[in-house]
């Protein structure tokens, strides 16, 4: 099972190759000419035939960031159809072939009728990109392909490269600032998982727990597509000032301060959630 979304000129695809890393690739397509830009197409092959099936055809090749599951179909699936690759400016040492280094507020364009705009959102590395398309009416959401950086009720780690103080200000500056209706693409499928810790950290929360209930089961090709206000609800990295959250992790951090802040409060958040 595959998710598609269609808006307006544009189509969004989802697709789950089932691997190791959980990981998901998206096609994004312009219905008027059919180009189409791959993002983060580590399966290329699988990239590829959903392209050719769709009668699209592949001509940008668009990486978050550089990590290897993230990177490494690139040179194939350029190869086999001579696309062009982007990603953030700052990762142009560390992926090969770079034909566009993007910084925050580029645009990207496929085909006539797709325009995404670029996201400067480090944090899970110190280069990473997420890519906002933003609706042309008030009755169109906005949809956020978010890489490593924010997933469905999680954030990224900060493991390889990356740094959880950028991380935090990307959550504040970048994402908190966009609508509730802003629907989430995320690089990976670690819903159960990250709903499991939201539980733990905030056994009350019940719209954690009943969406918990729904998807227990589901493998990445069946979980739903989340929004920002679902994020506000069920994800733990948005509920800084929950007052359980705070007493939890007072339990785990006994020197967290009186009053902790949102920083303070993040950053143990992420600390905790490294070895959970």
């Known amino acids: 099972m595959r998710v ?25 397509a312009c219905t008027e000419t059919g180009e189409a830009l791959a993002v983060d197409p580590l399966d290329w092959q699988l990239c590829a035939a959903t392209a050719r099936a769709r009668g699209w055809t592949i001509t940008q090749i668009l990486n978050t960031h550089e990590h290897g599951d993230h990177i490494g179909g690139n040179e194939p699936l350029r190869a086999a159809t001579r696309a062009r690759v982007l990603a953030h400016v700052g990762a142009a040492g560390r992926i090969p072939g770079l034909d566009r280094g993007l910084s925050h507020g580029d645009t990207v364009r496929v085909g006539r009728s797709v325009e995404l705009e670029c996201l400067d959102t480090p944090g899970h590395t110190r280069s990473h990109l997420c890519l906002l398309m933003r609706g042309r009416s008030s009755n169109v ?4 392909l978010c890489g490593d950086t924010l997933f469905n009720a999680g954030a990224g780690n900060c493991h390889n490269g990356g740094d ?3 991380l ?17 693409h ?23 727990a009943t969406l918990l209930a729904r998807v227990q089961d589901l ?32 339990k785990v951090f006994p020197d967290l301060a009186d009053r902790p802040g949102p920083r303070e409060i993040f950053l143990k958040l992420r600390e905790l959630r490294n070895r959970w």
């Open 168 to 184: 935090y200000h990307t959550f504040v500056q970048r994402l908190a600032p966009l609508p509730d209706a802003t629907r989430i």
């Open 219 to 250: 493998d990445g090709a069946r979980a739903p597509v989340t929004t920002l206000g679902d994020e506000r609800r069920i994800n733990t990295f948005f509920r800084l000032q929950n007052p359980a959250v705070i007493e939890g992790l007072r």
């Open 186 to 208: 995320p690089g990976h499928d670690y819903l159960v998982r990250n709903l499991a810790f939201t539980l733990d950290r905030e056994p009350d929360n019940r719209d954690a």
């Open 4 to 28: 598609k979304i269609h808006c307006q000129n544009m189509i969004i695809e989802r697709l789950w190759p089932a691997n190791a890393w959980r990981n998901y690739h998206y096609l994004i």
């Open 164 to 166: 959880p103080e950028l």
């Open 141 to 144: 959401p906005p949809e956020l």
